[in-house]
């Protein structure tokens, strides 16, 4: 089972991962509306708006100044670049069923909840308002933590650190489920439990095994 316990006890909180976990974030789901041939859809995501380049608005980086320069530097793909940004809401558009399921169980059985996303800044501000339009278990959570927002990435140590700090509660309190396995393994070092989320059959498994009411 992909799953570490932190301590003996049971965790009593439950912290997810955004993209892979709860919504299959994924550009294409936008730029397949905007170019035609997948083959030109790959090329552009691959060497003009690059995972790279995204990466770099996790960490704090600013998207206007970002995509101001991208242009710049591929005036000809100008609209293309403006849309990453402009219709980011549209590449997250589409949850996992039986993962937000997974959220409103145990939200109902009073289980805390809090969301942990290496993702730009504004997707603070998204998930407390425009987000949850589109995706109502958002409002199941307590609280959210963005990397670009506090300046802090996972697997960094701080911001597990920083997730508990806002919600007020141990690492051993708590289980973190991600789909990226250094970023399950930063939490382990950091002392939480962690479930390395490959379907959510396994997910809820694992949950279950920790006692949690999934």
Not at 78 to 83: G, K
Not at 149 to 166: E, F, H, N, Q, S
Not at 183 to 203: D, F, K, Q, W
């Amino acid at each position: 089972m992909a799953v570490s316990k932190a301590a003996s006890k049971a965790p009593s909180v439950v912290v997810f991962d955004f993209g892979g976990v709860l919504v299959d974030w994924n550009p294409r789901h936008l730029y397949r509306r905007l170019i035609a041939d997948p083959a030109e859809m790959e090329r552009f995501l691959g060497t003009v708006a690059t995972t790279a380049w995204h990466g770099e608005q996790d960490r704090g980086g600013d998207p206007v100044e970002a995509t101001r320069r991208l242009r710049a530097a591929y005036p000809q793909h100008a609209d293309l670049i403006e849309a990453f940004y402009g219709r980011f809401d549209e590449m997250m558009a589409h949850d996992f069923p039986e993962m937000t399921a997974l959220v409103e169980r145990l939200d109902d059985a009073g289980v805390p909840l809090f969301l942990l996303s290496n993702a730009p800044a504004f997707l603070d501000d998204w998930a407390r308002g425009p987000g949850r339009a589109m995706h109502p278990f958002l409002g199941r959570f307590q609280d959210y933590v963005v990397s670009g927002r506090v300046g802090l990435m996972k697997p960094d140590a701080a911001i597990y650190d920083l997730v508990c700090r806002t919600g007020g509660f141990a690492p051993a309190d708590a289980v973190f489920i991600d789909d990226n396995l250094p970023n399950v393994e930063g939490a382990r070092r950091a002392g939480l439990a962690a479930v390395h989320h490959r379907s959510p059959v396994e997910t809820v498994a694992a949950l279950r095994d920790l006692g949690l009411p999934a």
